[in-house]
């Protein structure tokens, strides 16, 4: 899953890079951290 907003970086605006950053930062923190959890142990 992804999602691309096909902007170059002077033309994008707050609520795109909000929406590129929910996707792919936090999803990858919100399916790391649990797996995370379980690897420690």
């Known amino acids: ?3 691309l907003r096909d902007k170059s ?3 994008l ?3 795109n ?3 590129v ?3 792919h930062l936090k999803g990858a ?3 790391t951290q649990p797996a995370w959890k379980v690897m420690r142990e």
């Open 17 to 19: 890079l909000e929406a």
């Open 9 to 11: 970086f002077h033309k």
């Open 1 to 3: 899953a992804g999602i």
């Open 29 to 31: 923190f919100y399916v």
């Open 21 to 23: 950053l929910d996707v």
């Open 13 to 15: 605006e707050w609520p």
